[in-house]
């Protein structure tokens, strides 16, 4: 009633009577998810059971719109598949058996950076603005490849000591290990392999990868 009296509500016009009352309701209402998530650099917007986060020592089942930090190792085992989106509207979806952690994330102008770690599994990796930002700032790394993106659509397979990353769609460069891979393309970088050089993409790769990122819940 103290309110009442402060505002004379009796006197106040019913579109004011609204506004004010959403005003002191705003105040009571906790932060909106990205003010309480300050550090969330994505979130998942797909996935199916058997995908996880490794963070802070701890694995947590993934949850759709769970947000995801810099820090966090994303897994899945033999039946989970996932996939991310990115501030930046960077898309990763990830495969089954894989495994992928961030070492660098920044959306903001020319310094904008993405560095993303692919230690097993398949990937399929979609840039967003980063890469028209700052296209040297997108990576990925596998435990024998570096590719620097520079705006395209592709995948990284990683199995032992052997790493095959498809170039899907590009309108610009993909460099592996130095070595220029054009559209529609694959290489592969092993110790098997003295030389690597790009070939093309094969329709039974192009199949094998979408059975493996397909995932099974899509977004609500």
């Known amino acids: 009633m103290n309110l009442l ?4 509500i009796r006197r106040l016009h019913p579109v004011a009577i609204v506004l004010t009352a959403f005003f002191f309701i705003g105040l009571l209402l906790p932060a909106t998810s990205v003010k309480a998530n300050p550090e969330a650099i994505g979130r998942v917007i797909s996935h199916s059971p058997g995908a996880q986060v490794l963070r802070d020592g701890k694995k947590i089942s ?8 810099l820090s966090d190792t994303v897994q899945t085992d033999a039946t989970g598949k996932a996939k991310i989106l990115f501030n930046d509207d960077s898309t990763v979806s990830l495969g089954s058996n894989t495994s992928v952690d961030m070492s660098e994330y920044v959306d903001s102008g020319n310094t904008s950076a993405f560095g993303m770690n692919v230690s097993q599994g398949i990937a399929r990796i979609s840039t967003g603005r980063i890469v028209n930002m700052n296209p040297n700032g997108f990576k990925v790394t596998t435990p024998n490849a570096v590719a620097g993106i520079r705006g395209t659509v592709f995948s990284v397979h990683v199995a032992g000591e052997m790493s095959i990353i ?3 769609h590009t309108l610009r460069q993909v460099h592996v290990n130095g070595i220029n891979v054009p559209s529609a393309h694959k290489i592969t970088i092993s110790r098997d392999v003295a030389r690597p050089r790009p070939v093309p993409i094969l329709p039974q790769d192009r199949n094998r990868i979408g059975r493996e990122i397909s995932v099974l819940r899509s977004p609500c």
């Open 5 to 8: 009296r402060i505002y004379n």
């Open 62 to 69: 993934l949850t759709m719109n769970m947000p995801l930090r």
């Open 166 to 168: 498809h170039v899907e």
